[in-house]
């Protein structure tokens, strides 16, 4: 019912900037939560930034200042604009989409890639 996909991924040097946006489409209900995750290579999946309902922005310490995060409620629409981009940042990119009532679960997309290097 629910399909969320991403876009924006590439590669950049350090420093440098992306713009990363996610689409949850298949219903008319709005999403409580929405949020970025990442997954360097060798790491575990981890939240970088996540937004809910009622606007409420949260930041993991490792991008905070540096990234910006933001929806469009009706649309389930989801964008992080990442700034000042490092080595560290690298990773493949993953949106979810969390839903209380209609399509209740999580869902998430395929990810984007995410390359900072020289």
């Known amino acids: 019912q629910v399909r969320v996909i991403e876009s924006g991924g590439g590669e950049v040097q350090p420093g440098g900037s992306l713009r990363l946006s996610c689409s949850a489409t298949g219903t008319l209900i709005g999403a409580k939560f929405m949020g970025w995750y990442r997954q360097a290579p060798g790491k575990s999946r981890e939240l970088v930034a996540s937004?809910?309902?009622?606007?409420?922005?949260h930041y993991s310490d490792f991008v905070k200042g540096r990234f910006t995060i933001s929806r469009v409620y009706l649309k389930n629409t989801l964008h992080l604009q990442m700034n000042s981009l490092k080595p560290e940042d690298t990773g493949t990119y993953y949106c979810?989409?969390?839903?209380?009532?209609?399509?209740?679960?999580?869902?998430w997309g395929q990810g984007t890639q995410v390359t900072v290097s020289s």
């Open positions: 937004i809910t309902n009622s606007d409420n922005a």
């Open positions: 979810k989409a969390q839903f209380i009532v209609g399509p209740k679960g999580d869902y």
